[in-house]
């Protein structure tokens, strides 16, 4: 069936780094944009970042511009997320989100997320 | 960016009667080019990730029961659930994905009352 999986979230003191993975199966991978979405436990949803399928292009939210890079290995059928200069407000469950083919600003499938927790 | 709110936070319904849920944004999200909203609502159940419902403000995603359905136009939508089942026990988010970055409405929580 078609999946997400997310890895890689864990508790990192401020200004600490942490790379965040996210494993595709069930479709071909290569073929769709991805996005990375956090959100705040009990609180709303922040888009983040986006990636085309052949990585040609990125874009980012203003608020980790410049400290989070996406990235992704179509061999692999993962997709990134490297998180640099981390924040206590960077706390938050992140989910990878496949991008829908009507459209790459919408999301039809997302993982089960996984949980980053910035405090010294 | 695109504001989105929503109405009411907060909603209990009964089961089998209708659940209304309004959204808002902040400038219209219909591209007069094709005549379509850019505008797509999701589900959360606790603990899990959001789920795509609708899309284009009123295309049901596939396999998404038809008493979801949703309505509006330019900047004004809203998602109705025609007959409240338990498992609809839920926060339901608008989303536009009309211009980048893409923005999410708070959140309507819907209960059973």
Known sequence: QVQLVESGGGLVKPGGSLRLSCAASGFTF????????????????????????????????????????????????????????????????????????????????????TMVTVSS | DIVMTQSPDSLAVSLGERATINCKSSQSVLYSSNNKNYLAWYQQKSGQPPKLLIYWASARESGVPDRFSGSGSGTDFTLTISSLQAEDVAVYYCQQYYSSPPTFGPGTKVDIK
Do not use: H
Request: hydrophobic share 35%.
């Open chain 1, 30 to 113: 290569s073929d769709y944009d991805m996005s990375w979405i956090r959100q705040v436990p009990g609180k709303g949803l922040e888009w983040l970042s986006y990636i085309t399928s052949s990585s040609s292009y990125t874009n980012y939210a203003d608020s980790v511009r410049g400290r989070f890079t996406i990235s992704r290995d179509n061999v692999k059928n993962s997709l990134y997320l490297q998180m640099n200069s981390l924040r206590a407000g960077d706390t938050a469950v992140y989910y990878c989100a496949r991008c829908a083919i009507f459209d790459r600003d919408a999301f039809d499938i997302w993982g089960q997320g």
